[in-house]
């Protein structure tokens, strides 16, 4: 089925450690932006990307590295992690400008950090 | 930059009753607008959006909103809540030329029998 797929959905990671949360999209979306949901909060950005080879640091971006070598994928590195990364994470996607089909979202990847 | 704000965290309603949810945006340019459910461990689902069409938006699943430019407001209804209705709600809005959303924090919505 096509849509926003990302893995792995769940991960306990010690502190310290690094990881890559995948997220990979089969629509042909230029757009792609990872954010963090935790309770009470919302969804934050963390980093976004309006094309391969095209990053920039979205509201949370500390502790978090992308790149996007390829219009389908867009990794998201945690460089080593720390307690307060413990949240769930959501890669979106959607067509140039944003519009009009909205922002098609992944299922999510629990990550906690002891 | 954007803001979203969502008042309050929970709303409780019961089953048949008016679903009102509140939504206000702080941007000085009408943005584009978007509502979002997400049921318990599930991603994001696009109930409905405004794009600076008509300003009542029929969405899925019975919900709309109407978007007032002169309150900078977008609240979500609907006339008769389910059960299946209980989820958390999100209002956001695009940003940076449209390539991403900004969030509201969230509205629970509680449906009792």
């Known amino acids: 089925n096509a849509g926003v797929t990302q893995t792995p959905k769940f991960q306990v990671l010690k502190t310290g450690q690094s990881m890559t949360l995948q997220c990979a999209q089969d629509?042909?979306?230029?757009?792609m932006s990872w954010y963090r949901q935790d309770p009470g909060m919302g969804l934050r950005l963390i980093h976004y990307?309006?094309?391969?080879?095209?990053?920039d640091q979205g509201e949370v971006p500390n502790g978090y590295n992308v790149s996007r070598s390829t219009t389908e994928d867009f990794p998201l590195r945690l460089l080593s992690a720390a307690p307060s990364q413990t949240s769930v994470y959501f890669c979106?996607?959607?067509?140039?400008?944003?519009?009009?089909?909205?922002?098609?979202f992944g299922s999510g990847t629990r990550l906690t950090v002891v | 930059a954007q803001s979203v704000t969502q008042l309050g965290s929970h709303v409780s309603v019961s089953e048949g009753a008016l679903v009102l949810l509140r939504c206000n945006y702080s941007?000085?340019?009408?943005?584009?607008l978007f509502w979002y459910v997400q049921y318990p461990n599930q991603g994001l689902q696009l109930l409905l959006k405004?794009?600076?069409?008509?300003?009542l938006v029929k969405g899925i699943n019975g919900f709309e909103a109407e978007f007032k430019k002169s309150e900078t407001s977008f609240h979500l209804t609907k006339p008769s809540a389910h059960m299946s209705d209980a989820a958390e709600y999100f209002c956001?809005?695009?940003?940076?030329?449209?390539?991403?959303?900004?969030f509201g924090k969230g509205t629970m919505l509680l449906v009792s029998p």
């Open positions: 629509m042909n979306h230029e757009y």
């Open positions: 956001a809005v695009s940003d940076r030329g449209y390539s991403t959303l900004t």
């Open positions: 941007s000085s340019v009408p943005p584009y």
């Open positions: 979106a996607s959607s067509y140039g400008q944003g519009l009009p089909d909205g922002y098609t």
């Open positions: 405004y794009t600076s069409a008509a300003t």
């Open positions: 990307s309006v094309g391969a080879g095209i990053t």
